[in-house]
């Protein structure tokens, strides 16, 4: 049957799958380490007045803000300084990794290609995480944590529809389909063995 090979591929890599994300998850210490170091620079020098770091607590990010007090409502004087501490999880981001990993382990490749696929796939997934980490410490002090933050930013409905599109688009869709796309472009011929009709089209 036609639909064999595709089959074959598919258990297999449903097969991997349980030992790529076990490794992943044991380790998440590690694999944070980058998303933090880029998340962090970033962030600092595009707001520096607001963001003061963001740390590397286990396999979470905790985000240190500054900000001014609007009222004294805020348990501050009106114009005194205050500062907010929240946690993000990389690890809703990052599952695109042992995604990935699982459709590299289950292609039939040589070896050295598979290494080389496999770490250009990692370095290109990390930017994946970067982006949705960052959309989503934004969208948090945009829409999370009140106007004494909010206001800090000084977002405009332009800026702020772009955040919300930004982590929108970095919590649904990359994580999920950028591993397919990377995969895809490194294994078109495979592709084709696999599948002959959408192989043509991606001719």
């Known amino acids: 049957m036609s639909n064999r090979p595709v089959m074959r591929f598919f258990l297999k890599v449903l097969a991997w799958l349980p030992v790529t994300f076990g490794i992943w998850y044991y380790m998440a210490l590690v694999a944070t380490w980058p998303v933090t170091w880029l998340v962090n620079g970033i962030l600092t020098s595009l707001f520096s007045e607001i963001i003061i770091g963001v740390h590397q607590v286990g396999y979470h990010l905790e985000v240190a803000v500054n900000y001014v007090s609007q009222t004294p409502q805020a348990g501050l004087p009106r114009g005194a300084a205050g500062e907010l501490v929240f946690q993000v999880n990389p690890l809703m981001y990052g599952y695109c990794l042992p995604l990935y990993t699982a459709l590299i382990l289950a292609s039939p490749s040589a070896e050295g290609q598979k290494w080389f696929r496999w770490l ?24 999370n944590t009140g106007p004494e933050v909010s206001a800090q930013l000084a977002m405009g409905p332009w800026g702020s529809n772009a955040i919300a599109l930004g982590y929108q688009f970095g919590y649904l869709i990359l994580p999920a389909v950028a591993p397919l796309v990377i995969w895809i472009a490194f294994h078109g011929d495979y592709l084709r063995q696999l599948a002959p009709g959408i192989g043509k089209r991606l001719q």
Not at 121 to 135: A, N, Y
Request: charged content about 10%; cysteine-free.
């Open 120 to 143: 250009v796939g990692l370095l290109i997934l990390q930017l994946v995480e970067v982006w949705g980490v960052s959309f989503h410490i934004l969208k948090t002090l945009l829409f």
